[in-house]
């Protein structure tokens, strides 16, 4: 896809990992926008009380799509997801755990600590920067389902759910037709509920991504946050 324009790496802010952490240990948020998108201030603001009325918790895994970068944290889609939740009246506690410049690798280093509290929907969205950075497939496999393994282990009640992602063939057509169908076939093999393509409609389209070409404007983010809601709300109770 036309979206990834380039090879760079997503930076990451070791600040930001710590706070994530600490934001996680907490049972709330808080992060500033342009260091990492772990969490949004409606999440901060309302953790307390979700802790104390003990709401299931959806948490977003991911890299800095997940975490908003470039945008507010209020217009990330995790945020815009955890409005259509409470505008339908269902009870659940929305946590963002993206990390901007997160790998596969980093996502699997870090996942036991973010599981320390059970989650009832787990939404893994992690293998771009792999794909950006020519990672051998295998590798990117075995580290996405570590995490599935860990998440199942932490949480076995866990529905999860497997954001896929695109690269341009700058790669050759044989990386990127398998790194397009690894997410499916992680899918079938550990019966995961699958979004195709998370960036589907905004990937490529210049005036819904920021100057880089990557990131989704506030605009993109909510055609995003309708994608993950088609496919999240059936799995919601």
């Keep these: 896809m036309k979206f990834f324009r380039s090879s760079q790496s997503l930076y990451s802010v070791i600040s930001g990992l710590m706070l994530l952490l600490t ?5 709330s ?12 201030t409606q999440n901060e603001r309302e953790a307390p009380k979700a802790t104390a009325t003990k709401k299931p918790i959806i948490l977003f895994y991911g890299n800095s799509l997940t975490a908003g970068y470039g945008v507010e944290p209020s217009q990330a889609f995790p945020a815009l997801v955890g409005q259509k939740i409470d505008s339908a009246g269902l009870a659940y506690q929305v946590v963002n755990a993206g990390l901007s410049g997160e790998t596969t690798a980093g996502g699997k280093s870090r996942i036991s600590w973010v599981m320390r509290q059970p989650v009832s929907v787990f939404v893994l969205e992690l293998g771009g920067n792999d794909g950006l950075r020519g990672i051998p497939l295998k590798t990117t496999r075995q580290n996405l389902q570590a995490i599935i393994d860990t998440v199942r282990q932490k949480s076995p009640q866990a529905t999860i759910v497997l954001a896929g992602m695109q690269i341009p063939p700058n790669l050759g057509t044989a990386y990127t037709r398998e790194f397009r169908g690894l997410y499916k076939e992680l899918a079938d093999k550990n019966k995961l509920v699958l979004i195709p393509f998370l960036l589907e ?11 880089d070409g990557i990131h ?9 946050a309708n994608t993950v ?5 059936p799995v919601l109770r």
Excluded at 23 to 27: D, E, L, S, V, Y
Excluded at 29 to 40: I, V
């Design 216 to 224: 989704p404007t506030p605009a993109g983010h909510k055609i995003v």
């Design 23 to 27: 934001a996680w240990a907490c049972g």
């Design 29 to 40: 948020s808080d992060q500033k926008k342009e260091s990492t998108a772990s969490s949004d």
């Design 229 to 233: 809601w088609n496919i999240l709300r």
């Design 201 to 211: 409609g905004v990937g490529g389209i210049a005036k819904l991504n920021q100057p």
